[in-house]
């Protein structure tokens, strides 16, 4: 069946609805949590999981899997959503997120099955998806290592870094996608420390870069199958999406991106997510 077909993206953006359902199943369990960031990433982290890793969930230290680094590990319930609906988990583990002696706190923790890192201190992330690529490559296997970014991550000085190393050594095996819905903890990106001309540093740094709508599943694939987008290159994909994703009153503010969630919100956003498939 061709990847762009319309069975292959209709399964995709039911998986991310999914992923979108469990999110806020996990942080009506926790109580509170990072919403925003979570839903906006949840296209393409089902694009990732269901698409494009290579992975064996019930084999998760398989040497032959891709790496995913979830840098900006506060958008955890997403990455833990995931996770469960590709089966390295039950999604029944994800009732008792961020809560006593789970294995899901806040951000990614790698007791719990197919996290590659330990995540949250943001700007880390990359510089360890650099390291993976370049073993990678010393040790003459073919795996893909994928980080995904924040944007307000970004004014982190370690990302770039990271950028010139990745470039420097011509890791084209390396993707890194910015999940840039540009508003972060306390305002709009551009307000607390603009980022552009995002793509055009990027470029100045030697990566291969593109632009997309990460909300629009049969773009996101296209990308994948393109990569790497140049050889002897480290790629990446800049995702243009929407804090909050999926349930309007918590779009486009930072007011969600993190915020208390009670049984009454949790009831009022899945009637805006719909019935599970």
């Known amino acids: 069946m061709p990847s762009n077909s319309e069975?292959?993206?209709?399964?995709?953006?039911?998986?991310?609805?999914?992923?979108?359902?469990?999110?806020?199943?996990?942080?009506?369990?926790?109580?509170?949590?990072?919403?925003?960031?979570?839903?906006?990433?949840?296209?393409?982290?089902?694009?990732?999981?269901?698409?494009?890793?290579?992975l064996r969930p019930e084999q998760p230290e398989w040497r032959g899997r891709d790496r995913f680094v979830l840098s900006k590990g506060h958008a955890n319930a997403a990455l833990a959503s995931?996770?469960?609906?590709?089966?390295?988990?039950?999604?029944?583990?994800?009732?008792?997120?961020?809560?006593?002696?789970?294995?899901?706190?806040?951000?990614?923790?790698?007791?719990?099955?197919?996290?590659?890192?330990?995540?949250?201190?943001?700007?880390?992330?990359?510089?360890?998806?650099?390291?993976?690529a370049l073993g990678g490559r010393m040790q003459k296997r073919d795996f893909r290592t994928v980080v995904m970014l924040g944007d307000g991550e970004l004014q982190e000085g370690s990302n770039w870094e990271a950028g010139m190393a990745a470039a420097h050594f011509q890791l084209s095996s390396l993707t890194a996608i910015v999940d840039f819905n540009k508003i972060q903890q306390s305002n709009h990106v551009q307000e607390v420390l603009g980022l552009e001309p995002l793509a055009c540093k990027?470029?100045?740094?030697?990566?291969?870069?593109?632009?997309?709508?990460?909300?629009?599943?049969?773009?996101?694939?296209?990308?994948?199958?393109?990569?790497?987008?140049?050889?002897?290159?480290?790629?990446l994909l800049i995702a243009h999406t929407v804090k909050g994703k999926g349930v309007r009153f918590t779009e486009d503010t930072h007011l969600w991106h993190q915020n208390v969630v009670d049984e009454e919100t949790y009831q009022k956003a899945l009637s805006e997510l719909g019935e599970p498939s």
């Open 7 to 54: 069975a292959v993206l209709n399964t995709l953006r039911a998986e991310a609805l999914n992923v979108r359902r469990n999110i806020w199943r996990a942080f009506r369990a926790a109580g509170s949590g990072h919403v925003g960031g979570s839903s906006s990433a949840a296209d393409l982290l089902a694009a990732l999981y269901f698409y494009f890793l290579k």
């Open 82 to 132: 995931v996770l469960a609906q590709a089966g390295f988990f039950p999604e029944s583990m994800l009732d008792n997120f961020y809560g006593y002696e789970s294995l899901m706190g806040m951000h990614p923790d790698i007791k719990l099955a197919g996290v590659e890192m330990s995540t949250g201190g943001l700007g880390h992330g990359l510089s360890v998806g650099v390291g993976m």
């Open 202 to 235: 990027w470029r100045a740094f030697g990566w291969a870069v593109r632009e997309i709508d990460g909300h629009d599943m049969a773009e996101i694939i296209a990308a994948f199958d393109d990569l790497p987008f140049t050889q002897d290159q480290p790629s």
